[in-house]
Nanobody
Framework: VQLQASGGGLVQAGGSLTLSCAAS????????MGWFRQAPGKEREFVAA????????YYEDSVKGRFTISRDNTRKTVYLQMNSLKPEDTAVYYC?????????????????????WGQGTLVTVSS
């Protein structure tokens, strides 16, 4: 199983980036997909998640209204559209997949709940 994150880069504050995560999961639409980020010297933190159908989405408070998570099950890809970027958004962003059949409320913010992780893509926001 492989999750391949891409789309990171250097952007000025106020700018936008779209991250993509392509999955080799055979049953992609059985998985809730999440995005996490980790800044230097900090713990990995939850950013956003989307359930198998795309009907339910979850966001960390600091990104609500600026980031949008979406998925395309036919392409086995999850996206994170990031607008109005701030220097504090600078981090390595990781995508993750968790078995949606084993979801319980709050699981989506817990890294240990997820089954698979991508390698990360670096987002740097300059001031």
């Amino acid at each position: 199983v492989q999750l391949q994150a891409s789309g990171g880069g250097l952007v000025q504050a106020g700018g936008s980036l779209t991250l993509s995560c392509a999955a080799s999961l055979r049953t992609f639409n059985n998985y809730l997909m999440g995005w996490f980020r980790q800044a230097p010297g900090k713990e990995r933190e939850f950013v956003a998640a989307i359930n198998w159908s795309g009907y339910s989405t979850y966001y960390e408070d600091s990104v609500k209204g600026r980031f949008t998570i979406s998925r395309d099950n036919t392409r086995k890809t999850v996206y994170l559209q990031m607008n109005s970027l701030k220097p504090e958004d600078t981090a390595v962003y990781y995508c993750a997949a968790g078995d949606d059949d084993k979801f319980y409320y709050g699981a989506h913010v817990r890294p240990p709940w997820y089954n698979y992780w991508g390698q990360g893509t670096l987002v740097t926001v300059s001031s």
